[in-house]
C-alpha cells in the first residue's frame, strides 16, 4: 500500500480493507468475498484509492454508487459492475442485503487461463465500463457461476486454483455474452482515455509476439510513445495521471508476470525464458527478476512448481 496525494495505492484486495480496518486474509492473485461478511455498517462511504487488481461486484440486493476517475454511477439490485487497475476508485453503500466480490490480478489470468486472455476478454482492457444490469434469468445464472466459485474457494483441494480458474473462465464468458460481446476497447473515451488504451493494446500485443516468438526484444516507454506518435514526456505523464502508474511500471509489471507465468508453468529452461521475455543475458534477467520478487528465478520456480 502506497499513498500519493491522498489518493491510497492497493496493490491486493486484503491492503484495501486492512487499511479500511477491516483485516482479512487474501491471495493476492484472486479472491471472492461476501461483501455482508466485510461491511458490518451499511450505509458505507469507502476512501478514494487506486488498485492494482480487476474486480466484479455482483449486487443482488442493495443500492449505491461508484466513481471510476471522473465518472460516477448509480446501481440498485441486481447489478453488476467491473473495475479494472490504475483508475481512481471510490465506491459508496446505501443499502446492502446480498453482494460479492471477485478480485484477481493479471498473473493469475496468464498463469491460471491463458497468455492471451485479453484477446478473449477485451472488455478486460477497457478505461470506464457503466454497471451492467441482467435481466433476472440472467442473474441467477451469473450467481450460480460466482456461488460455485465461493464454495470452491473455501475448499483446500489441490486442484483448487484450476477449478476456479474454469469456473472463472465461464463467468467471463458468460458475462462478456450477456454484455461485451462485441466490445472494443480502443474506441471508447476522450483524447487522453484513447492514449491510455492504446497503450494496453499495444503493451498486450508485443508481450503476445514475446511468447509467440516474434519478437525477442523489450520495448520501452519511448517506444510506446513512438506507436502513438506522441512526445515521450506527454506519453508518460498522460499515463501516470490516467493510471496512477508510469509507462515504466507497466512493463517491468507486464515482463515480471509474464517470467513468472513461464517459470511456474513451462519446461523453458532459465536460459530460454530469459531471450524470450527480450533480455539477452540470463544474468541481467535473474537480477531484474530478483529484485521484483526477492527470489531467483530457479528459487521461485522452485517454490512454485508442482
Not at 486484503?14 to 486474509?25: G, K, Q, T
Not at 487497475?85 to 496468464?110: D, M, N, Q, R
Not at 489441490?158 to 467471463?172: D, E, R
Amino acid at each position: 500500500m502506497t499513498r500519493t496525494d491522498e489518493i491510497v495505492y492497493f496493490e491486493k484486495v486484503a491492503d484495501l480493507y486492512n487499511a479500511l480496518e477491516i483485516p482479512i486474509e487474501q491471495n493476492s492473485e484472486f479472491s471472492i468475498n461476501n461483501l455482508l461478511n466485510i461491511h458490518k455498517e451499511i450505509p458505507y462511504k469507502s476512501p478514494v484509492f487506486r488498485t492494482n487488481y480487476y474486480s466484479f461486484v455482483f449486487i443482488k440486493k442493495g443500492e449505491g454508487n461508484y466513481t471510476t476517475d471522473a465518472q460516477k454511477f448509480e446501481y440498485d439490485s441486481k447489478t453488476i459492475y467491473f473495475t479494472n487497475p490504475g483508475h481512481i476508485k471510490a465506491f459508496e453503500f446505501y443499502s446492502l442485503e446480498e453482494a460479492y466480490l471477485i478480485t484477481f490480478s493479471e498473473e493469475f489470468l496468464k498463469t491460471n487461463i491463458n497468455q492471451n486472455v485479453f484477446a478473449d476478454f477485451p472488455f478486460l482492457l477497457s478505461e470506464t465500463v457503466p454497471p451492467q444490469k441482467p435481466n433476472e434469468i440472467q442473474y441467477q445464472e451469473i450467481e450460480t457461476l460466482y456461488l460455485q466459485i465461493f464454495n470452491e474457494n473455501k475448499n483446500n483441494s489441490p486442484y483448487k486454483s484450476k477449478i476456479i480458474s474454469n469456473l472463472l473462465i465461464v463467468l467471463l464468458l458468460k458475462v462478456k455474452d450477456l454484455f461485451w460481446q462485441d466490445y472494443l476497447p480502443i474506441e471508447e473515451g476522450n483524447s487522453q482515455s484513447k492514449i491510455v488504451k492504446q497503450f494496453k493494446e499495444n503493451l498486450e500485443s508485443h508481450y503476445r509476439k514475446l511468447v509467440k516468438k516474434e519478437s525477442s526484444e523489450i520495448l520501452y516507454s519511448q517506444d510506446y510513445a513512438h506507436m502513438q506518435q506522441l512526445n515521450s514526456s506527454y506519453f508518460s505523464q498522460v499515463i501516470k495521471s490516467k493510471t496512477g502508474k508510469s509507462p515504466t511500471n507497466w512493463i517491468t509489471e507486464k515482463t515480471t508476470s509474464l517470467a513468472k507465468s513461464l517459470l511456474k508453468n513451462s519446461g523453458k529452461s532459465i536460459k530460454e525464458i530469459t531471450f524470450a521475455i527480450g533480455f539477452s543475458e540470463t544474468a541481467h534477467f535473474s537480477n531484474f527478476f530478483k529484485k521484483q520478487t526477492g527470489l531467483s528465478p530457479s528459487a521461485f520456480r522452485k517454490k512454485h512448481r508442482i
